[in-house]
């Protein structure tokens, strides 16, 4: 019997080799279903959406700011996370002109079980868009921007050079923008870390997500250690770098493990821990396994401030860019905090 070829080509990076091969035309500006965005999970079950509590609850935007940032997103041909990843925080960050811009494309070559992002093969990458970036940085007039991107496992350096450009083109445009990247592991992609480091982000956030023992169900195209490995490397290169790392609740981790995740992340001497509610996208995707409350999220803030993290985001609607140019004016001011008492210490010697 003739076998029939699917209608795309996509290859899915699930460690060295792709399982399987499709071809998606997307318009990702457009509603669609599941099975359109995320194909590579058309054949699972459905996992019914639960309904949320009410500390979850946001309200729809609808604000002139917020229309205003949208438009000159789409002036600028930008693509955003916020958007992408379904973030609910868009309405209040928009509203203040806040946007995470996300580069290197709309498609992403993982296939992360929690994520909205559409998986598929990705298009060339744009050689205009870091000016582009730049230009909606200095429009905004944002003091501080985060600056995000799909995995790009289908490109030598992993996109490392086009992050580096576009931290380039922002300093140019706008010098006093403090810039915040949150990037992929570069699994497989040896130098690509050093080429992103020399650039001198402010911040340099790469997230775990998760606890090790789900990563095989949750975010099967990475490993735990990787992305601790390259935290680490971060500060080795450049210690003057603030790190960041967040992990999403609620997916079925236990409490022990996440107190691990906590030290392995002190050990790499990260800085700045996030943690919040995981929200299913679709019923294809990942189901809630709890709501974690609002007093558990403090719960476990106090727990990373004794461990030494200079920073903690804890609550369930925290997000990695979520008031993310607050959090780091106090972030820099507990560095300072904390290198002013060293030094006092010293001194009474």
Not at 35 to 50: F, Q, S
Not at 138 to 150: E, F, Q
Not at 157 to 183: M, Y
Request: hydrophobic residues 40%; glycine residues 4%; contains cysteine.
């Amino acid at each position: 019997m003739e076998r029939r070829v699917p209608l795309v080509d996509i290859c899915l990076f699930f460690g060295v080799l792709p399982l399987m091969s499709v071809r998606v035309l997307i318009d990702h500006r457009k509603e669609g279903s599941p099975a359109a965005r995320h194909p590579e999970k058309a054949h699972r079950p459905d996992n019914p959406i639960a309904r949320k509590p009410d500390w979850i609850r946001v309200r729809a935007p609808n604000n002139p700011v917020y229309h205003e940032t949208r438009k000159l997103m789409r002036d600028q041909k930008l693509v955003t996370v916020c958007e992408e990843a379904a973030c609910p925080n868009i309405g209040e960050c928009w509203s203040q002109r806040h946007a995470t811009m996300m580069i290197m494309g709309e498609i992403c070559t993982r296939a992360c079980a929690f994520c909205n992002v559409t998986t598929g093969l990705p298009h060339a990458l744009d050689a205009d868009e870091p000016q582009r970036v730049a230009e909606a940085v200095a429009k905004l007039g944002l003091r501080h921007v985060v600056i995000t991107s799909v995995d790009r496992d289908d490109l030598p350096d992993g996109g490392a050079h086009h992050f580096a450009r576009v931290i380039t083109a922002i300093r140019a445009a706008a010098p006093t923008t403090t810039i915040e990247i949150l990037t992929p592991d570069f699994l497989r992609k040896p130098g690509s870390l050093e080429i992103v480091v020399r650039a001198r982000p402010d911040v340099f956030n790469h997230n775990l997500e998760t606890v090790p023992r789900l990563y095989p169900s949750i975010r099967p195209g990475a490993r735990y250690y990787q992305s601790m490995r390259l935290l680490d490397d971060v500060k080795r290169l450049d210690p003057s770098i603030f790190t960041k790392s967040g992990l999403m609740l609620g997916l079925g981790e236990e409490k022990p493990e996440i107190l691990q995740v906590m030290d392995d992340l002190r050990i790499a001497d990260v800085d700045f821990i996030t943690l919040g509610q995981y929200l299913q996208p679709t019923v294809k995707h990942a189901a809630v396994a709890r709501f974690v409350t609002p007093e558990e999220f403090a719960d476990y803030a106090a727990m990373a401030r004794v461990k030494g993290f200079l920073q903690v985001s804890s609550s369930p609607l925290t997000r990695s860019s979520y008031h993310a140019d607050s959090d780091f004016a106090e972030l820099r001011a507990a560095r300072q905090k904390r290198l002013d008492t060293q030094n006092g210490a010293m001194e009474t010697k």
